[in-house]
């Protein structure tokens, strides 16, 4: 007995530094956040109670609702579409075709390049007047939108600049295809399966956790994108795109309503654990693991 | 584990800290401010003029730190009591921060050191204060001003003399800037649609932040009370304001507005700092800017201020370079023509000490003056000519912009980088001698002049006009000046009216239901807000004022 307890002690002393940290950097702010949500506090004095009253005020404030829907709005943009292309790219790259490595570098080389460099980039490839998109466009006689300006071509416009950065998705998907066993391609070409039956009868079903797992990764990434609306629109126009995780950034940091800001952060983790969960509990339908 | 923990202890005892006490008989002081680059090595300069004079004298070393984000690093350290003793934030900060106590009150500090209101523009002594406490020091300041470009005005001067318009002047009211505009607005067939090519004016700049917000004031209207616990988004004022702005969709047609404005725009930054700059490339024929646009015009567009110079003269700036030590006169004379002459160049009297002759050639915007010893090159520099004189030469003019109201002159927004001294400062003397040097006449108008930017003070010297880097500082200095030149409103969150007053304007020029609706909606919104902040019952003040009505 005093040996197992020794063992633990052990194992907790060296595991401390990581607690250390967990408890000090992780933990306690988290905590701490959701008592501030329940505060009025501008960092300078101290916090004071107000009980539930900032989660009250957040379901009065139209802004906090106009960004709830832009964010779903863009999540139900990206998330599906960003699914379908990696995994469709994925898919292409694991043909064996000349040059095979050169393309899977070149869909990769984007996630690798700075979100901010990227931003920049993009805006300039969707710049009305000297753009390339819209130059592109007119030479085919199709009159390009101004696609950060208008509000209705702003959020379109985010969706596909969020491709860009699928390469991430595409090398975990490329994972995910070599273990998938060669034997069963061949028994569906066997059973008469052809291309587009041979993936969705041995490909996705066999990649589903994968999927599951890009999608859960997506859901968390999409509902708090924050980067590129801000360097690209900064919300607008006209609050178009303009997101909970900036409306929580402008609360905490530049309206200095850290209250406030915590209750949207906690409502904000509510929401994602919430679509997380539906992931999950959905899954049990359409996620096979090898071996079960 | 025992030597992780030993390890853990030594860094206790012996680890870094931070260095804001004496050290030996010197008072560390630490000065965080917002400017980067040339602008904070140019700040640098004042912090090595003080450390090497009053500082050293005093026994108080200012060690410069330059950061992004200054705003919320100032709040942040400060709430955690390790702030900087000197921050050099922007006015828009000054009331928020003061009516959180994360400012030290300056009055006492501030008479003590001669820093008094006389001494200041009204405008910007008054914004540094709240509640009738002095809680900043301005340092560079700025004015809003009408550029327009000449050379557009003359290549449309007959359609503006058509409509009985003037091109060879800047308009002197809205409704004549309006009808400059309309005159000037060129528009282009592309891709077969038509295009807005070059706009006489258009509202709201994508990257004119604070600016835009501002708009207002050139119909006359207050945002808020003067005690700011009333917001007054729905005045007859602010609404002639939005419907002027409102107008120009209205006009040029909302999508090609909004096409030609994101031609320009870059998101959060807006590109008036590039050489994309839409006054500078020429898409926009008017615009209101700060005395900083000379700047980008030196940096990017040089030839906007030198558009008249006479070719030789504008040779002789590009040969100034050439120039090398050890030149003899006649090499130099061979490029820069000859010396001693009425046209070129000629002895600069007095004769400089021991022997040397200095020679002094115009060059158009700048003068060259080079230092011969034994009859060689020795030393080489050049000085601006006289502001004022420059502007014979410039592509463009800066003109008050032009007001609403009739007989409401000289209208402008006037604006602030300025010093505070958190309150949980160490070092609150040490902080006020530094503030004290770097507002210094010489100082801040060498640091003013350096940033492109006005001086605080209320009486500027003839060098200071001399060797400003913008040719109109004279009517910046003078918006500035002005009693109409109004800073920002006194309300502890302006910046959350302020992106209010942004939604005003993109609603507007959208043109998404009528400019009362939005006006009232904002009213509600921000009225709410300001109560929240000062912590009054969430229905105050919640009624309408009679435009909504």
Known sequence: MNSEIRQFGKGVAFVSPWLIGFVAFTFLPIAVSFYFSLCKFDLLQPPRFIGARNYLDLLHDRVFWQATRNTFYYTAMVLPAGLLVSLGLAMLLNVQVPGRAIWRTVIFMPSLVPIVSSAMVWMWLLNPRLGLLNVLLMKMHVPGPPWLTDPRWAMPALALMSLWGVGNAVVIYLAGLQDVPIELYEAAELDGAGLLGRAWHVTIPLLSPVIFFNLVMAIIGTLQVFEIPYIMTNGGPARSTYFLSMYLYDNAFAYLQMGYASAMAWIMLLIVLALTGLAFWTSRSWVHYQGR | ?549
């Open chain 2, 1 to 549: 584990m025992a030597m992780m923990i030993a390890a853990g202890l030594a860094m206790l005892v012996f680890g870094p800290r931070p260095r804001s006490s004496g050290l030996g008989a010197r008072v560390h002081i630490q000065y965080w401010d917002k400017w980067t680059g040339l602008e904070a090595d140019q700040a640098k300069q004042i912090v090595d003029a003080f450390n090497s004079t009053v500082g050293k004298e005093k026994g108080i070393w200012v060690d410069f730190v330059s950061m992004s984000q200054i705003d919320r690093k100032t709040l942040i350290s400060t709430a955690a009591g390790v702030p900087p003793d000197v921050a050099g934030l922007w006015d828009t900060q000054v009331l928020q921060f003061a009516s959180m106590g994360a400012l030290e009150p300056l009055d006492d500090y501030a008479r003590r050191n001669g820093l008094t209101r006389d001494k200041y523009k009204r405008v910007y002594y008054n914004g540094c204060q709240y509640h009738g406490t002095l809680y900043a020091i301005p340092s560079t300041v700025f004015s809003t001003a009408l550029l327009w470009n000449k050379e557009i005005f003359q290549q449309k001067a007959a359609e503006l003399r058509a409509a009985g318009l003037d091109p060879n002047r800047a308009p002197r009211t809205l409704a004549e800037l309006d009808k400059y505009a309309a005159a000037i607005d060129t528009w282009v067939t592309r891709g077969g649609r038509k295009r807005l090519e070059v706009a006489g004016y258009i509202p709201l700049l994508p990257d004119m932040g604070n600016g835009n917000a501002l708009t207002s004031y050139w119909f006359g209207a207050q945002i808020a009370n003067p005690d700011g616990t009333k917001v007054l988004l729905t005045s007859p004022e602010m609404f002639a304001a939005y419907n002027w702005i409102r107008g120009y969709s209205e006009r040029l047609g909302e999508p090609a507005l909004a096409e030609f404005r994101s031609g320009f725009s870059s998101g959060a930054t807006g590109l008036f700092d590039t050489p994309q700059n839409p006054f500078l490339v020429g898409w926009i024929a008017m615009e209101p800017q700060g005395a900083w646009v000379s700047a980008f015009i030196e940096k990017y567009k040089p030839s906007m201020d030198r558009a008249h110079i006479p070719p030789d003269q504008l040779q002789r700036e590009k040969d100034f370079d050439s120039l090398k030590p050890g030149m003899r006169l006649e090499q130099v004379e061979q490029l820069l023509g000859p010396g001693n002459s009425p046209t070129g160049g000629y002895t600069v009297p007095p004769q400089v000490p021991g022997g040397a002759r200095m020679f002094r050639w115009p060059a158009g915007v700048k003068e060259i003056y080079v230092t011969f010893v034994d009859g060689k090159v020795s030393a080489k520099e050049w000085k601006w000519l006289p502001a004022k004189m420059r502007q014979q030469y410039c592509q463009w003019g800066a003109a008050p912009f032009p007001s609403g109201v009739p007989g409401l002159e000289n209208v402008t927004s006037a604006g602030m980088d300025v010093w505070v001294i958190p309150s949980t400062s160490k070092h609150k003397n040490e902080a006020m001698e530094f503030i004290a040097f770097a507002s210094r006449q010489d100082q801040i108008e060498k640091l003013s002049s350096d940033h492109c930017n006005l001086s605080p003070l209320s009486v500027e010297s003839p060098e200071y006009f001399q060797n400003h880097p913008n040719p109109y500082v004279d009517v910046f200095e003078a918006l500035a000046a002005s009693p109409n030149a109004r800073g920002l409103p006194r309300l502890i969150d302006w910046p959350q009216i302020a992106d209010e007053l942004g939604q005003v304007g993109e609603r507007s020029y959208l043109l998404e239901g009528t400019t009362a609706q939005i006006l009232s909606d904002a009213q509600r919104r921000c009225q709410q807000e300001l109560n929240k902040a000062l912590d009054l019952p969430a229905n105050t003040n919640l009624d309408l004022d009679e435009m909504a009505q």
